[in-house]
């Protein structure tokens, strides 16, 4: 079994952006009279996608976690996280050049815990978005992660790639992640996993099939050979 696609995480992989997430939650929640401690949000929210994360937060402090009251949150923290990235370079050092070296042998596609448009405004800002097949944002399924539901979702979308080739497996895609969440997800729906310790430690990554520092220190052959031998031993 050969890699033949490649499913990328954005926040914390990609780009930069989880601190900045982590101030737009404490800024937009901060009036419901909960504060989240910096090492709350990095220990065990990253990785979740705004609805879960602001309902968590609401269930386990007795307020009001009706589905209206966390799509208001959600629409007043997209609001402020869409002023933070208009404006700024996010990626980490090394991403986009990572990212055009697998486009140029497989197709891409990116799962996100974030807002479609967020996504869409990140990749265009850094002149990539046309390197990838699909966007699958937090809206575009039903559950997210640490269900499987995006990288199914965009398994599917993949399928209608490399036709009329044979569809590409899960096991054929690999998922390049940061977070346990990230990593529970893309084993559930069958796929190998790459982790980058940028935003947590390697400990907390351990059930990912290969863990590089960062994406700048990351060389797409080794990781290739990697795997390669994974799996034929």
Avoid at 25 to 36: H, L, N, S, T, Y
Avoid at 95 to 109: G, N, S, W, Y
């Amino acid at each position: 079994m050969t890699i033949r696609a490649i499913a990328f995480d954005l926040d914390g992989t990609l780009s930069d952006t989880e601190p900045l997430h982590f101030e737009a939650f404490k800024e937009v929640i901060r009036p419901a009279g909960i504060d989240i401690p910096r090492e709350e949000y990095f220990s065990r929210l990253i990785g979740l996608n705004d609805h879960d994360c602001f309902a968590a937060l609401l269930h386990e402090h007795g307020k009001d976690a009706s589905e209206e009251n966390v799509a208001k949150l959600i629409e007043r923290k997209a609001g402020v996280y869409g002023a933070m990235i208009a404006e700024r370079d996010v990626l980490y050092p090394g991403a986009a050049e990572f990212v055009r070296r697998c486009a140029e042998r497989f197709p891409l596609i990116l799962v996100t815990g974030t807002l479609h448009a967020e996504a869409e405004t990140i990749l265009q800002r850094a002149h990539l978005r046309s390197l990838f097949v699909d966007i699958i944002g937090a809206e575009d399924t039903a559950r997210g992660k640490p269900e499987p539901d995006g990288f199914l979702t965009a398994l599917g979308r993949l399928g209608f790639v490399v036709r009329p080739h044979p569809s590409i497996v899960a096991a054929e895609c690999l998922v390049v992640e940061d977070t346990a969440a990230g990593i529970e997800a893309a084993h559930r729906a069958g796929m190998p996993v790459l982790a980058l310790c940028q935003t947590t430690s390697a400990g907390a990554l351990r059930a990912a099939d290969l863990i590089r520092p960062s994406i700048g220190e990351t060389d797409l052959d080794d990781i290739l050979h990697h795997l390669h031998a994974r799996i034929t031993d």
